[in-house]
């Protein structure tokens, strides 16, 4: 057996890697995290990493990713990381989803526009929310993620509060949210 198929973590982190293809890691069927942050990925296949079907993290941090549309057929993904790019919408990522713990923080995303099936399903597993540093508009798009425990919506200054400000009532589980420097107001009545 080659020792490279062996491999349970794999940290790729500050290259120069600029796209990753199909099949990248057709090989490493065990791989348990892999870590690509702090490249210039800017292209991510959508098959990239449909063999790592024993994946439990993934980081795709601090590239220049415009978007990302994956398909992740690994039912163990447990926390991906895809702060710190250019992202300006809420991932398009299919396939069985079990992610829990979901950064987004740092990207240029201003509305959490989920309209598929399986982006439905995604948000219905995560648990854990990180869009601080975004340009987020309205908070009631959260409401979607019926499940979350903990959100971190910090420096989204063009939040609107007044459009559902309760919104955080609907979210059930919820139980940390930071709001630190979202321009909230008191409304005091006379």
């Known amino acids: 057996m080659n020792f490279i ?19 990248s890691f057709g090989d490493l ?6 870590d690509l942050s702090s490249n210039l ?7 990239a ?10 980081k795709i941090d601090q590239n220049c990713l415009l978007n990302v549309a994956l398909y992740l057929p690994v039912r163990a993904l447990h926390s991906l990381n895809i702060a710190h790019n250019l992202i300006n919408e809420f991932p398009q990522i ?12 740092h990207n240029k995303i201003v509305d959490l526009e989920i309209e598929f099936a399986s982006m439905k399903a ?8 990180d869009i601080s540093g975004n340009q ?11 499940n979350l425990v903990e959100l971190n919506l910090a420096s989204n200054e063009n939040i609107d509060f007044t459009t559902n400000e309760k919104f955080i009532r609907h979210l059930a589980a919820l139980k940390k949210l930071n709001l630190t420097n979202t321009n909230l107001t008191s409304d005091r009545k006379s």
Do not use: C, Y
């Open 5 to 23: 198929t062996i491999l349970l973590f794999l940290r790729l982190s500050n290259n120069f890697i600029e796209e990753i293809h199909d099949d």
């Open 136 to 146: 987020m508009r309205h908070p009631n798009q959260l409401l979607a993620f019926v």
């Open 94 to 105: 299919s396939g069985s989803i079990s992610i829990t713990m979901l950064n987004l923080s």
């Open 49 to 58: 990493f449909v063999k790592l079907r024993n994946l439990l993290w993934l």
């Open 41 to 47: 990925i800017e292209v991510i296949s959508f098959n």
């Open 29 to 34: 069927h065990e791989l348990l995290g892999l």
């Open 122 to 129: 995604l948000s219905k597993s995560i648990q854990s929310l």
